[in-house]
């Protein structure tokens, strides 16, 4: 069984930037697609991004694209996701997630994931 522990939220004016970190233990992280999604108050979690066993592949949700980059390094069982130009809406907790066996085509569904971080806070101020 995987944990996952993420770090780096907090708060942040908008166009600003912040990293979150997600740390594995406990498994072989380089089996798991990781993924980020994102839960603001009263809405549905939502995707943000994916990135493959290897990280050579990614996908992201279109609110995501050209400002946020997900990388992982294997080496250090982390999943990182880089956030720029950051506005009012990103405001939410953002969680990690590792899938064994993700669905061709769905590694943007929280429903392939396995393991499930606690969350951290990402407050976006206008």
């Known amino acids: 069984q995987v944990q996952l522990v993420e770090s780096g939220g907090g708060l942040v004016q908008a166009g600003g930037s912040l990293r979150l970190s997600c740390a594995a233990s406990g498994g072989t992280f380089s089996s798991y697609v990781m993924g980020w999604f994102r839960q603001a108050p009263g809405k549905e979690r939502e995707s943000v991004a994916a990135?493959?066993?290897?990280?050579?592949?990614?996908y992201y949700a279109e609110s995501a694209k050209g400002r946020f980059t997900i990388y992982r390094d294997n080496g250090k069982n982390t999943v990182l996701l880089q956030m720029r130009s950051l506005k009012p809406e990103d405001t939410a907790v953002y969680y990690c997630a590792a899938g064994l066996r993700p669905s061709s085509g769905s590694w943007l569904l929280p429903r392939e994931y396995d393991y499930w971080g606690q969350g951290t806070q990402v407050t976006v101020s206008s």
């Open positions: 990135i493959s066993w290897r990280g050579s592949t990614t």
